[in-house]
């Protein structure tokens, strides 16, 4: 009987031991699918894009005897390539805001500033559409004063 007895528990005993984990492998499985379906829309989804801005300074050094006609149309040239550069470089980028600051003799001022977003310059790429200009800047850049060059 002790013979048989034992075969019994053990037989009993891996019974027990495969219903157990064949109730841990349901609960595994209800688990995952009752949480996949709250995780699987983060899988599946896209991440958001996040989008944003571009602030780029250049500096522009005057020449000597550059006009400062010829500075800001330099300063025009330099910021339109930058725009095109920062939209280029990055499809999330949506803004840029280029500042061209303008350098003579040490003294710096900005020349002009140019905010527009991507699709302000899809639709006109043109820098003196957008540009901001800081007329001040011409009296500061400028080493010859008024009627100096007149005597």
């Known amino acids: 009987m002790k ?30 699918v009752g949480f996949g379906s709250v995780a699987l829309p983060a899988l599946v989804a896209p991440p958001v894009a996040q989008a944003y801005t571009s602030r780029v300074n250049l500096y522009v050094v005057r020449e000597q005897g550059e006009s400062f006609e010829t500075l800001v149309l330099r300063s025009e040239i330099i910021a339109r390539a930058a ?17 061209v600051i303008g350098d003579n003799q040490g003294i710096s001022v900005p020349i ?18 957008w540009a901001q200009y800081f007329e001040a800047s011409r009296y500061l850049v400028m080493d010859d004063a008024p009627g100096a060059g007149d005597n």
């Open 3 to 32: 013979g048989s007895s034992s075969k019994g528990s053990s037989s009993r005993g891996r019974d027990r031991q495969s219903r157990t984990a064949a109730l841990g492998l349901r609960l595994s499985l209800a688990a995952l």
């Open 83 to 99: 725009v095109q550069r920062s939209f280029d470089a990055d499809v999330l980028m949506t803004d840029v805001i280029v500042t």
């Open 112 to 129: 002009l500033t140019v905010p527009v977003s991507r699709s302000q310059w899809r639709l006109i790429p043109d820098i003196t559409q």
